[in-house]
């Protein structure tokens, strides 16, 4: 089984445009929905994404609907605990096609990251982020 990883140096969830993510206003209440609104840049990407090193401005106090943890991916999205894991991996891997190209070297990288994290005896997977 593989183990769900956030990939330093990509991203690709930080494009907000609403056109790619049809289903955000469904999911979010009012609040968060103005709120992920007005996180949306003119290029579409997030305000608090830096394009240099690809990582968020704001990471230890960004918000709720931008956190994978077992509690807010059961409120948003109705997925068990036991499913994030499958269900991020796939979100992840869609979100870097769409943003980096399906043969692109951040969906490969991401791939082989999480293709590692499974359990295994000759050691302990890479910590969970």
Sequence with gaps: MKKWQCMQGCGACCYLDLSD??????ILNDEEFALYQS????????????????????YENRPRFCR?????FEDLYGILPEELDEFAVQCCCEHI??????RSFELLRYEYLVGQSVDSPQGDPPPFH
Excluded: M
């Design 97 to 102: 096609s769409d943003r980096y190209g399906e």
């Design 39 to 58: 996180l949306i840049g003119a290029d579409g990407w997030c305000i608090h994404f830096d394009p240099l090193s690809r990582r968020c401005r704001i």
């Design 68 to 72: 994978v943890t077992p509690e807010v």
């Design 21 to 26: 993510r049809p289903e955000v206003p469904t």
